[in-house]
């Protein structure tokens, strides 16, 4: 099985027959990570780069278990800084590696857009791991093996995605994912989180957060971007909280069977109280499970190895 | 030697001229236009140019280019972005001053001056600096610069956010005769910006630089303009709200003056779609609403001039993260074709279009140009309305090729132009 195309760089354009197929294959390859011998030898010879440009503790270490799990070689390069200021290009760098002929490449980076400057220069599969506000697929797409899992089903559900919508990637390929897969999207934040023309992406748009989440089978949590904000949009995180933090009383009015999720890391009390990200609604922990079994799924389907 | 450019159709507005005439040129000047000029004087210290099928124009001039010299040569010097012009059927070309060193002492605006001579091809008319250093903090002193050469003030690239200092400069500029130039952006909404805030934006996730961040600095100078009673230049309008508050300010009798750009007029913010940094600008690219309003604002007269912007880069500066690349793009090379569409789809007319690329842009610098009057310089542009081309970078006179249009098929070219009556460019 092979995917019909080179990179994943979002979700926008990725269709419902694709992205059930990278789902399915998670699904098969998850048993993979509960055996005492967890590794198989599907990806056995090929190499994997890392190329993180931002700081990150879940995804980088989820990729590169995925590709280890499939036995294929995974090289992490870390950098907090970004090329510009590292004195080489992103360019430059792109053909250093690229002479060394990986075969996939993952990169996150802080600029929207880097993993598509890679995609077009080099003829390696490039998986977007997260660019600036832009896209986070492999997020998306673990959030919706969690959602169905635990739900049965993407289609049909009504899912709140809470918080600072305008700098999140997250909330980006999750409304693109999503309404593909049939479900229902609604968008909260306060107006200035918002980001302009939202509404023709095909979600509806709430500022109050109760009736965001009112009858919702899916609430997604989003952390504040501090890191992105070039001026201060609201006046502090304690008023943030009062608005936007999901605590206990929220969930009275909402479904009983209720998800809640957060792409993480979660920033206690700001946007999620605490007893409401280790309690029984919440599915952070299985995302994280899930995050490994997807990004293992793509890792496979992009190499178009037969198993 | 007299040269005749002979059959052409001659427009020239400052003389409501739009006929079928032979335009004579004798000692770098403008020696008479005429009708039915003898043909047999050829051989006879008599040069014929065969126009017929021409547009013969006065010499076109672009107000608003930047030349990167000194300080930028790697992107442009004076010379080849005086080369550029020509090819583009530029005669004169005004440069803006965020050089390194900027221009905004005498030693800069003469040493432009002196590689514009040495260079030996457009008329170059440096634009001083508004403030010192573009800080909008400090006035430069404009005496000296008018002295030196310069024939406007701007801070071009920069706002001048403090309103008290637009205008203190606007009426001092005013005392000594020189027109100032404003760029019109409120920093409190663009900063931190790098593409029109739309949908587009949205979708790719690059933070936006809202339309009104430009209306409210554009209300601002109007009411600057209009308490003054000073006029004032408004560069690269780009919205359909800065055309729409022009528009009114002209109205009530306000002298405001504006120019646009052909990028603003022909792409829209959809062209971002794939990170394409050459169309990365500032103003930026904005909606296909915007672009309506743009020309309908060029039709109506509210816009009164086409500029450039001419701004090279290399790849050191476009060949990057988007939200890292520099901001601009060349347009010499392009300016015309792109604007003379205006004429093929019916928005403009031929008159029209040489006021907003030639009368205009000299009536607004007060420079003796953009006229084919007899006894002024020779400046003359012949433009064939019907050659189709295919834009290709590699062959621009530009240093840079940071242009969105590579590969367009364009439809209208200058093939010959003509400083101080001299062929500098010819591609009949």
């Known amino acids: 099985m092979k995917l019909p195309r080179k990179d994943i760089l979002g979700l926008k354009d990725v269709p419902r027959d694709e992205i059930a197929l990278i789902l399915d294959t998670a699904e098969s390859l998850k048993e993979i990570s509960s055996r005492p011998i967890k590794k198989v030898p599907t990806l056995r010879g090929k190499t994997v780069i890392n190329l993180f440009y931002e700081p990150s503790t879940r995804t980088r270490t989820s990729f590169e278990i995925a590709a280890k799990r499939l036995s294929a070689d995974a090289i992490n390069i870390s950098t907090s800084t970004s090329s510009v200021v590292k004195g080489e290009t992103l360019i430059d760098t792109a053909m250093t590696l690229d002479s060394m002929n990986p075969d996939i490449i993952v990169i996150r ?21 997260g660019d600036g506000a832009h896209e986070h697929p492999t997020q998306a797409l673990l959030d919706m093996l969690t959602i169905r899992e635990r739900k049965g089903a993407v289609e049909g559900l009504t899912v709140a995605i809470v918080g600072d919508i305008a700098h999140s990637r997250v909330a980006r390929s999750n409304i693109y994912g999503l309404t593909t897969m049939g479900a229902q999207v609604r968008i909260c934040g306060p107006a200035m989180m918002i980001p302009r023309g939202i509404e023709k992406l095909g979600v509806s748009v709430f500022t109050s957060m109760d009736e965001a989440i009112a009858n919702a089978d899916v609430i997604m949590m989003l952390r504040i971007q501090f890191e992105r904000q070039n001026n201060v949009m ?44 280790d309690g029984p609604h919440s599915a952070i922990l299985d995302q994280v499970a899930n995050g490994v079994a997807v990004r293992m799924a793509l890792l496979y389907l992009l190499s178009g190895e037969q198993e | 030697m007299k040269l005749v450019l002979k059959g052409g159709r001659v427009i020239d507005p400052s003389q409501s001229i739009d006929s ?338 030639s009368t205009n842009p000299a009536a607004i610098l007060r420079i003796p140009k953009g006229t084919l009057q007899t006894g002024v310089d020779a400046d003359v542009t012949l433009i064939d309305p019907g050659r189709t081309w295919t834009v290709d970078t590699s062959l621009f006179r530009s240093k840079s090729r940071n242009s969105p249009f590579q590969g367009w098929k364009l439809k209208g070219k200058a093939v010959m132009t003509i400083v101080s009556g001299k062929i500098k460019y010819d591609e009949r």
């Open chain 1, 109 to 129: 980076h802080g600029a929207s857009g880097a993993p598509h400057i890679l995609a077009k220069l080099l003829p390696q599969s490039i998986i977007n791991a």
């Open chain 1, 234 to 277: 609201f006046p502090s995180t304690r008023e943030y909280a009062r608005n936007y933090c999901l605590q206990a009383e929220n969930l009275r009015h909402t479904r009983k069977d209720v998800l809640i999720m957060h792409p993480g890391p979660i920033n206690r009390g700001i946007e999620i109280a605490p007893d409401i990200a």
């Open chain 2, 20 to 357: 079928e005439m032979d335009v004579i040129i004798e000692k770098g000047r403008i020696s008479g236009i005429e009708r039915d000029f003898p043909q047999k004087e050829s051989g006879t210290g008599v040069r014929i140019i065969d126009c017929r099928g021409m547009l013969v124009v006065p010499g076109l001039i672009d107000m608003h280019t930047h030349l990167r010299e000194p300080g930028f040569e790697y992107k442009e010097t004076v010379k080849t972005g005086s080369d550029a012009a020509l090819a583009g059927g530029f005669t004169s070309i005004a440069c803006m001053a965020n050089t390194d060193p900027v221009n905004d002492n005498r030693s800069v605006t003469e040493f432009i001056l002196r590689q514009a001579r040495a260079a030996d091809g457009v008329h170059v008319f440096p634009v001083a600096a508004v403030s010192r250093n573009l800080e909008g903090a400090v006035l430069t002193e404009f005496t000296d610069l008018l002295d030196a050469g310069a024939v406007a003030l701007s801070d071009d690239g920069k706002p001048i956010v403090h309103s008290g200092l637009m205008r203190n400069a606007l009426e001092y500029a005013h005392s000594l005769g020189l027109p100032l130039m404003s760029h019109c952006e409120d920093p409190g909404l663009s900063t931190g910006g790098h593409m029109n805030e739309s949908l587009v934006s949205t979708e790719l996730g690059l933070p936006g630089i809202p339309a009104i961040a430009e209306d409210i600095m554009v209300l601002r100078d109007i009411a600057i303009a209009e308490y003054t009673k000073i006029s004032l230049h408004i560069a690269h309008v780009s919205t359909a709200g800065s055309v729409r508050a022009v528009r009114d300010a002209k109205a009530r009798g306000v002298a405001i003056t504006a120019e646009t750009a052909p990028h603003y007029f022909s792409l829209t913010d959809e062209a971002l779609a794939e990170y394409s940094t050459n169309c990365k600008v500032y103003p930026p690219l904005r909606t296909a609403d915007d672009a309506e309003a743009v020309k309908e604002g060029l039709k109506d007269g509210t816009l009164d001039a086409i500029a450039s912007d001419h701004a090279p880069h290399s790849s050191i500066e476009k060949d990057v993260e988007f939200e890292y690349a520099a901001t601009g793009m060349i347009g010499l090379e392009t300016s015309l074709a792109l604007s003379y569409a205006l004429v093929h789809t019916g928005i403009l007319t031929e008159r029209q279009l040489v006021e907003k690329m």
